[in-house]
């Protein structure tokens, strides 16, 4: 390892966002703390976060959001509770949250977008490489994509980016990515990216998703940055600027996922989550799925 590229131990999760496309679930609820099938998400991504070996964790909230904190911080009234009725597979289940990693917290006071929210972890970062994941993206563990972005960042320097593709149609919905190819078949290097573009305008079909390791020049770049899309601060328009001009804050490559990815943005991707994860769950999967294709096979 040399000093140019330190070890990564940090993770950044933007936690900020009201959630208006789950309301009124998320009147009173962070949207991170909506359960899928019996964790709420954002555990699954802190989860995904520490089986990569990054243990220090800075979530990004804002009002509103001290749910998120109570879930990861230790609850002894639930646990005295649980060791009175002798109940050690739940009490183990309430203990598995406090115990995940080291936990860091700093509000966004202004919703400015993305950008914004990573500038705001700055402070805890310093002048370390950092991943940043989004909680919208859940991503399968039998699949270890963060793993596999922090050893390209540690081999090759620089902001490595998750790139997945998407039907032609799909990728107004995201921020692109062109690419050459590399020696690697699942690595491209990025030349440049557009956040949400036309599908005629596109550069490809290379969709960025939620995962991101990135150089902490990134932040220079940050404080510069004009609002964009949306009037806000865009992460994918900061990354543009590294991508074309790899004398500050090295190259940017993107590794292709082809593994299994559970969207949870919207409701419809959300229920469809729920239903695959908790069919191939052990304790859950037999009977769920013997009830599930009766209540097909009886709608249909």
Sequence with gaps: MTESHPRISKAVIPAAGLGTRFLPATKATPKEMLPVVDKPAI??????????????????TGRNKRPLEDHFDRNYELESALQKKGDADRLAKVQESSDLATMHYVRQGDPKGLGHAVLCAAPHVGHEPFAVLLGDDLIDPRDPLLAR??????????????????APEQIHLYGCAAVEATDEGDLVKVTGLVEKPD????????????????????????????????????????LQQLATDEKVGG???????????YDTGDRGDYLRAIVRLACEREDLGPDFRTWLRSYVAEEM
Excluded: C, W
């Design 43 to 60: 555990q699954y991504v802190v989860e995904e976060a520490v089986s990569a070996g990054l243990d220090d964790v800075l979530m990004i």
């Design 149 to 166: 972005m922090v050893e390209v960042q540690d081999q090759r320097g620089g902001s490595v980016i998750a790139l997945m593709e998407v």
């Design 199 to 238: 599908p005629a305008d596109a550069p490809s079909n290379y969709a960025i998703i939620g995962r991101y390791v990135l150089d902490p020049h990134i932040f220079d770049i940050l404080r510069k940055t004009e609002p964009g899309r949306g009037g806000e601060i865009q992460l994918t328009d900061a």
């Design 251 to 261: 190259p940017v490559h993107g590794v292709v996922f082809k593994g299994r990815r």
